[in-house]
DNA sequence: CTGTTAGCGCCTTCAG
DNA sequence: CTGAAGGCGCTAACAG
């Protein structure tokens, strides 16, 4: 508890102390087979005493290790980003693991992370959260040559844990059609410069294959595909609205989407859901507070199961032993926001 | 760009490839001086070859610097903290530095956190992100011996970087009174188990102050302290309406609270402007497409600085030099959640 | 300008 | 069960 502001004590302070050698006092603070029990007491209570804790540094360097897993993330102001690191975070510091946080937002970060590098070398594996990479970014990463996993996307035959975005997609979509609405149309997201980026494919998709069974023709007109953010979702509102495509019902790829589309509504002087139905993805916390009926996503759970999966085979990297991926299920929930169409 | 998963190359095969001493090659990687160009060149050319990266554990044990910083936040799944912990990434990652996240968030995480200190000898300096510390966990965070420093809050006598709440409350109630409101209601939001944490103080006391000056008497029945959710504040407005108070506007201590705020009014079958106003805090992004009147705070802003401060302090730590502490302004946005009285 | 020599702080055989 | 000695990979005087 005493603050040491010059030099921290060392392992050969301990020994000193301790009246033992230092390969002893080592072996007594790591738990080693091989040393009695009261030369381990006597160790401890220096360690106690002089509130030594060992250098990281030395530490790995002699054993080879760091102890620590580099997690990559974009837009970390976004909830489902924060949500994500939160379940990562608990899991990996419970396992004793400390978290390299590398932000990679713009196409500038992107250039400079995927090419300096900074976590080569500083981490025993890497998480990469919901990140669409290119190819060359993923041939990047693999220099790197350690563990990796992704959380809420996939990269490569990387494991991962995730959600069946196809399935999100129908629930939502299926829902709409259920409730009688066929002029249904789409706000989609797309990543910048990354067209091929499977989460858009796969909810676009869906929206595409519900319509289609229905018998419903897709009408280009009633699609328009963003890039992310609120503002765009409210003008590509906007937008679809004065184009006059009699639409009665809309499908947003997020929660936070779907508020902009709801403002843009909103600004129409048109209501939820009396003139048009609203459905998001997300279950967002402010869902609930919009009214907003969407498709749940367990989040923090994917962060979590993630985590596991990069422990799991920092641990069992000797053997042959591919980690499982993991797909975690989604639900409806149903709120004010949806209704039957009015001339339905 | 060769994938290495057997042994990284080291120093001493740099050294030996290139045909010097590991003096000259550690000398020529990083740029010292007394390296004539050509050995440069030769030296670099291998270390391309080889893509070799020291390594930061035998670097720093000899250097005795972490090169890492650590970053201590809660709720980091809330744009606040998420958009704080940007620009403080952004900032040290820029400097050459690696963040070590600790996301510490229930009671268990901080017990944990300040119990171990698993930062401790691991990095150079310490950011804490807009938390409320008690006496004891502020003298644990002082054994750790680095340099720290507060990002939107303060903690002791460490230089930070925020804003002032005082003002910001200010802003808000001065604008409801200027309206003519005087039945204002406050919703506050309290931490948990840290009753003196300043932002509510001085949020509650310009609530306060500004009623006073005003010649308004403050009402109890007026106001309710919460434990920060939107469901609180959800049911905390629902509270104040059906205690009859014939309130006419309400201040909430943030935009996300003011949401839970407004569905309650929403439920109640009142209307925003028209019946009750609203003013929140933060400028959240969700505020503009909530058309919420609100106070805007750059909070990216005051990460950026937080993280300059205690890089400011990395470097100078010889002399004597103490950084400054920067309070950073706050503007009223008014949108139209706010309006006259009715009966006013 | 370049090579030699000590460590940095800890872990880990290998003897005793 | 414990001590001595070498080494992890790199940097930093100190000589040449």
Redo the contacts between chains.
């Keep these: 508890?005493?603050?040491?502001?010059p030099n921290?004590p060392s392992l050969s302070d301990v020994a000193r102390l301790a009246g033992v050698s230092l390969a002893t006092a080592s072996r007594a603070i790591n738990n080693a087979y091989g040393v009695s029990a009261a030369t381990r007491r006597k160790v401890l209570a220096v360690v106690e005493q002089l509130?030594f804790?060992?250098?990281?540094?030395?530490e790995?360097?002699a054993r080879g290790v760091?102890g620590?897993i580099a997690?990559v993330v974009p837009h970390?102001?976004?909830?489902y980003?924060?949500?994500m690191?939160?379940g990562i975070?608990?899991e990996l510091?419970t396992a004793g693991f400390?978290?390299?946080?590398?932000?990679v937002?713009g196409p500038d970060?992107r250039r400079d992370f995927f090419g300096r590098?900074?976590?080569?070398?500083?981490v025993d594996a890497c998480i990469v959260v919901a990140f669409p990479l290119d190819e060359d970014e993923r041939?990047r990463l693999?220099?790197m040559?350690v563990a990796m996993a992704a959380a809420g996307g996939q990269i490569a035959d990387h494991p991962f844990a995730s959600i069946d975005d196809y399935a999100a997609g129908r629930l939502a979509v299926d829902h709409l059609l259920a409730l009688g609405h066929r002029r249904i149309a789409m706000i989609a997201s797309c990543e910048p410069n990354v067209p091929g980026w499977p989460v858009n494919n796969l909810r676009t998709r869906a929206y595409i294959d519900a319509m289609q069974e229905q018998g419903v023709p897709t009408d280009p007109n009633l699609v328009r595909e963003i890039e992310w953010s609120?503002h765009n979702a409210?003008r590509a509102m906007h937008d679809l609205l004065t184009t006059g495509s009699q639409l009665t019902a809309v499908y947003v790829h997020s929660d936070?989407l779907a508020?902009?589309a709801?403002?843009a509504l909103r600004a129409a002087g048109l209501r939820v859901p009396e003139d048009v139905s609203v459905v998001g993805i997300d279950d967002h916390?402010?869902a609930?507070?919009l009214?907003l009926t969407t498709v749940h996503q367990p989040v923090r759970e994917q962060g979590v199961i993630a985590a596991r999966i990069v422990l799991q085979s920092i641990h069992g990297e000797n053997r042959e032993f591919a980690p499982q991926s993991v797909l975690l299920p989604t639900r409806l929930v149903v709120r004010g926001s949806t209704a039957k169409p009015r001339s339905g």
């Design positions: 508890m005493s603050s040491h502001a921290p509130d804790v060992a250098s990281p540094e030395a790995r360097l760091t620590r997690l970390i102001e976004r909830w980003f924060g949500e690191v939160a975070e608990r510091s400390d978290v390299l946080l590398y932000h937002d970060d590098l900074p976590a080569r070398r500083k041939k693999e220099v040559g609120a409210d936070e508020l902009g709801m403002h916390p402010i609930e507070f009214d």
